[in-house]
């Protein structure tokens, strides 16, 4: 039987692109993870990456076992967990992305609340409003915004959530308050630039009637968290998530412009990369997100 120790470093290297880079992941020095992998394909009689200096790529054959060895590695590591569930805590590393205003407002408190009920757990945040690469990066998962574009990655929804327009009392005392998105086009606009593209299509529903406007203005960030900050600062309008400004909203440092008129839906969701089983510190993180926010979103009441 192959060894586990060489199992996990060829999954490591087969996701990462580089020998190197998984052996510095693994805490391997590169002389024991290329001895590793030279045992592994001996056991197997098989060649399984063709590598040179700077990268590895794998051949058929390590395709073949890349596939049906991430899923079996995968359930060990559930059944490592699942056996002390109920008699000790979780523990781990827990590596995520998520949006930079997401995670100040929201993810900081829920990890601080997690990891009070179970001190054994640790993360790794990459927060940025970046797209991060879930299949290559050595991440769990990804907190998102919006539908999932990408087949090759498994989504679970958290929260039903929509874009709302907004500004701060002081920029409706100044320049008015739209009354039709329509009216959009004789106001300053915040907008969020991500991915090269500048987001100037905002989206409004009311009832069955629907109504895209083409926005402008004098400020573009790719930093969700800053249009927010413009926004309440009175610099202009945006057009943010609901859960972004719902504590502004509530304390009223922003308005919503329009009663009628409703945004486009951006649901949250937790993204990981590929199917098969989750280690368990993963699931339970993010059952947990899904519980707190929905008590928020409900003024308190369980979902």
Not at 285 to 298: A, D, I, S, T
Request: net charge neutral; charged share 25%; with cysteine.
């Amino acid at each position: 039987m192959p060894n586990l120790n060489d199992l996990q470093l060829f999954l490591e290297a087969a996701r990462l692109g580089s020998l190197s880079a998984a052996a510095r992941r693994l805490e391997r020095t590169p002389a024991t993870a290329s001895a590793s992998l030279k045992r592994l394909e001996e056991e197997l009689n098989v060649r399984l990456v063709e590598r040179n200096t700077r990268s590895l790529r794998l051949t058929p054959e390590g395709l073949l076992f890349r596939d049906k060895v991430a899923p079996a590695l995968a359930l060990l590591d559930e059944a490592q967990h699942a056996v002390h569930y109920d008699c000790a805590d979780i523990g781990g590393e827990i590596r995520l992305t998520a949006p930079v205003d997401f995670a100040r407002q929201w993810l900081r408190p829920l990890m601080d609340a997690f990891q009070a009920q179970h001190p054994q757990v640790h993360f790794v945040l990459l927060a940025g409003d970046t797209v991060r690469d879930l299949v290559n990066e050595p991440l769990d998962l990804a907190l998102r915004y919006g539908q999932l574009p990408d087949s090759a990655l498994v989504a679970r929804q958290l929260l039903d959530n929509r874009r709302v327009l907004v500004g701060s009392p002081d920029y409706f005392t100044r320049h008015g308050r739209p009354a039709h998105p329509r009216e959009l086009a004789r106001h300053n606009c915040l907008i969020y630039f991500n991915r090269g593209t500048a987001f100037r299509r905002w989206q409004f529903q009311r009832g069955r009637e629907s109504v895209v406007v083409e926005v402008s203005g004098d400020r573009i960030c790719n930093d969700g968290a800053l249009v927010r900050e413009w926004a309440l600062d009175g610099a202009g309008l945006a057009y943010k998530s609901e859960l972004d400004v719902r504590q502004d909203l509530q304390a009223g440092r922003l308005e919503s412009v329009f009663r009628d008129w409703r945004g486009n839906t951006a649901p949250l969701n937790a993204v990981y990369p590929g199917t098969g089983p989750r280690p368990v510190r993963v699931r339970r993180f993010v059952e947990f997100l899904r519980e707190q926010l929905g008590e928020e979103k409900n003024g308190g009441e369980t979902e």
